[in-house]
């Protein structure tokens, strides 16, 4: 019903950069928060930043200061800008979309979506 279609990954070396784009497309009305999720190999999905519809931002402690989350409302497309790339930060890329107002018969519905997800590789 939603899709959400990730670009932007690949190979850099350390203290480059990369920027991440997620478009959504489907039948919804709006989207709540949009925002990118990471997982190295061996740990856990975590979150790296999202956004909110009113443009309020949150990142995680690790990546303050060097990644920065951007969001085009009119395009359901969310951005996120990554410099200074450290060789911790490679990692797969997941796109999350929360909040997603859908149409279900006569009344809506919310549900969230993720990405198929993209690779990041920082090495020399």
């Known amino acids: 019903q939603v899709q959400l279609v990730e670009s932007g990954g690949g190979l850099v070396q350390p203290g480059g950069s990369l920027r991440l784009s997620c478009a959504a497309s489907?039948?919804?009305?709006?989207?709540?928060?949009m925002g990118w999720y990471r997982q190295a190999p061996g740990k856990k999905r975590e979150l790296v930043a999202q956004?909110?519809?009113?443009?309020?931002?949150t990142y995680t402690g690790s990546i303050k200061g060097r990644f920065t989350i951007s969001r085009d409302n009119a395009k359901n497309t969310v951005y996120l800008q990554m410099n200074s790339l450290k060789p911790e930060d490679t990692a797969v890329y997941y796109c999350?979309?929360?909040?997603?107002?859908?149409?279900?018969?006569?009344?809506?519905?919310?549900?969230?979506?993720w990405g198929q997800g993209t690779q990041v590789t920082v090495s020399s």
């Open positions: 489907g039948n919804f009305f709006s989207i709540y928060v």
């Open positions: 956004i909110i519809s009113d443009g309020t931002t």
């Open positions: 999350n979309a929360g909040g997603i107002r859908v149409p279900v018969a006569i009344r809506t519905d919310t549900i969230s979506a």
